[in-house]
């Protein structure tokens, strides 16, 4: 395990210029095999003591790209006859989509991302939230789309929050657990960060007022 201290986001983004040098990057395996044995030995880990817990914990504060590829699952009905839920593992080209993201959102500066389907834009943008939210103060987000079903519907896999919650409910409980936050309709607060989520649909009045991150 390898022993880190916390540090504030501004100090992390100053301090790797790219996803590349993140302190646990190079030991993350990132074929299909290789990523879920590596999953089952840091999941045995956390739950052999809450200090190999809080180490975790800390790591996946410090390294975003360690916390998406080894606690983040995703899903995708498309994937049938083959399993629909999938352990998030991350091209080189995700990795540096998601660093230049967290990037952006630290220094405050505006992002245009070009998609196309498949390529799991959505997925990226939620995690980064998620990842702020869950693992950073006082941080404050709004998702939006064209109505408000497609951004919080529990009997719809397209809603944003139904992939955010899909992401909690699969990341085991000495990291997060349904006691550390707040999920009503359209918001998700986290108790000891003090930071949140929130959902709207893209009327002409979408975000006026009030500050988020």
Known sequence: MLRMEENNLTSLTKSYE???QLPLYSRIPKNVRGN???RKKVLE???????AAKELW???KR????WINTFVWTYNPKMIPLCTTRPMITYEF?????????CCVVNQLDLHIEKSRE??????L???YLWFAQFHNGMSFRICSRNADLVDSTEDPDALFNKIDFMLENQPDWLINKLQYNRTNMHLYFYETESGIDGSSTTSDVSRGGRTT
Not at 45 to 51: H, L, Q, R
Not at 63 to 66: G, K, V
Not at 94 to 102: E, P, V
């Open 119 to 124: 390529m799991t834009a959505t997925w990226n």
């Open 94 to 102: 995700q990795d540096n989509a998601l660093w230049k993201t967290i």
């Open 18 to 20: 790219s996803p590349i």
């Open 36 to 38: 879920l044995l590596y």
């Open 63 to 66: 390294d975003p790209l360690f």
């Open 45 to 51: 880990a956390g739950y052999s003591s809450p200090e």
């Open 58 to 60: 800390i790591a996946c």
């Open 126 to 128: 939620l995690m980064v």
